[in-house]
C-alpha cells in the first residue's frame, strides 16, 4: 500500500465507515489534484469490489460502456453494454449480492458528476440504488 501522508481525520472517518454496521454513503469533494482519488483507492485498497470512474465530457453511451469495462474488471466475467442506467445497477447488485454476504463492500465511483448525461436518468438510478 503506498504511504498516505496526513489526511489523519479523514482516514479516521473512513475507518468508521468501514466497521459502521450500516450502508454508507461518503461524498469526497474538493479542489483539483488534492488526492480524492489516491486517499479512496489507496485507503480502500483491500476492500473496492468495484470501481468506475466518470469520463469528462462523454455521453450517455460511452458511459454505460465504460461501466460494462469496469464490471468486467471487476468480477472477470463478460458484461455487454446495459441498455439503461437501472439495468447496470441491477447488474452491479447481482455482482455484489454474494460479497455482501461475507463482509462490507467498498464501491467507488470517482468523477461521480460527469457521469450523469441529460436525460441518461443516472442520479434517479444512482438514488434507487
Ligand atoms: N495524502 C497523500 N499522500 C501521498 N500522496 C498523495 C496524497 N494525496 C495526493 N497524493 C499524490 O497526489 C496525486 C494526485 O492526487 P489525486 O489524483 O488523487 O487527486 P484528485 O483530487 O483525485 O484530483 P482530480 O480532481 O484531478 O481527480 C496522487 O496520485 C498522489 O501521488
Ligand atoms: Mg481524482
Known amino acids: 500500500m503506498s504511504l498516505i501522508i496526513g489526511r489523519d ?3 479516521q472517518l473512513l475507518a468508521e465507515i468501514l466497521t459502521s454496521r450500516k450502508a454508507e454513503l461518503l461524498a469526497v469533494y474538493g479542489r483539483r489534484r488534492v488526492g480524492k482519488t489516491f486517499l479512496i483507492r ?3 485498497a483491500k476492500n473496492l469490489a468495484f470501481e468506475f470512474t ?4 462523454a455521453g450517455f453511451t460511452e458511459q454505460l460502456d465504460n461501466f460494462s469495462k469496469a464490471m ?9 453494454r446495459p441498455a439503461s442506467w437501472s439495468a447496470a445497477f441491477d447488474i452491479l447488485e447481482t455482482y ?3 460479497l455482501l454476504k461475507q463482509n462490507k463492500q467498498v464501491i467507488f465511483f470517482d ?7 441529460p436525460r441518461s436518468n443516472f442520479l434517479q438510478a444512482f438514488a434507487h440504488f
Open 111 to 117: 468523477e461521480f458528476p460527469w457521469i450523469h448525461t
Open 54 to 57: 466518470g469520463i469528462h465530457n
Open 96 to 98: 455484489l449480492t454474494p
Open 9 to 11: 481525520p479523514e482516514k
Open 42 to 44: 489507496t485507503f480502500y
Open 72 to 80: 468486467r474488471s471487476a468480477a472477470k466475467t463478460r458484461f455487454d
